[in-house]
């Protein structure tokens, strides 16, 4: 089991997402980030954003570095996520560490409203 995977069933024992309150979970990969708020009471996905959708190819050409397409990520979670009412979340960095990109989610997210 890598060190990652070790970490994430750590934090996965103190966190989790209520309706209320879901948690925001990053994935990384090598070039692409996404994100997406889960209530785990439902086991259901409310809202996703990932450097993939069609909506923001144009703007993920122009992204000067990852860290730029992270933080832009996090702010489109944002505004999905004020369209389906949802304003407070658990942050879950799903085992990375907190810095980079995935701090860059996270900072774009709060940016454009939502708390945590």
């Known amino acids: 089991m890598s060190t990652r995977l070790r970490s994430k069933t ?15 979970t990053v994935y990384r990969s090598l070039s692409h ?3 997406q708020l889960i209530d785990d ?18 703007d993920v050409k122009n992204a000067k570095g990852k860290i ?3 933080k832009m990520i996090g702010g489109l979670l944002a505004e999905k996520a004020k369209a389906a009412n949802i304003t407070a979340v658990v942050f879950d960095r799903n085992g990375y560490r907190y810095h980079g990109r995935v701090k860059a ?6 940016e454009n409203g939502l708390q945590f």
């Open 33 to 35: 980030i996404y994100a």
């Open 68 to 70: 730029a397409l992270s």
């Open 10 to 24: 750590k934090i996965r024992k103190k966190i989790s997402g209520t309706p209320e309150r879901p948690r925001l």
């Open 105 to 110: 989610v996270a900072d774009g997210a709060r």
């Open 41 to 58: 009471v439902a086991g259901k996905t409310l809202v996703t954003a990932s450097s993939l959708e069609k909506s923001v190819q144009e």
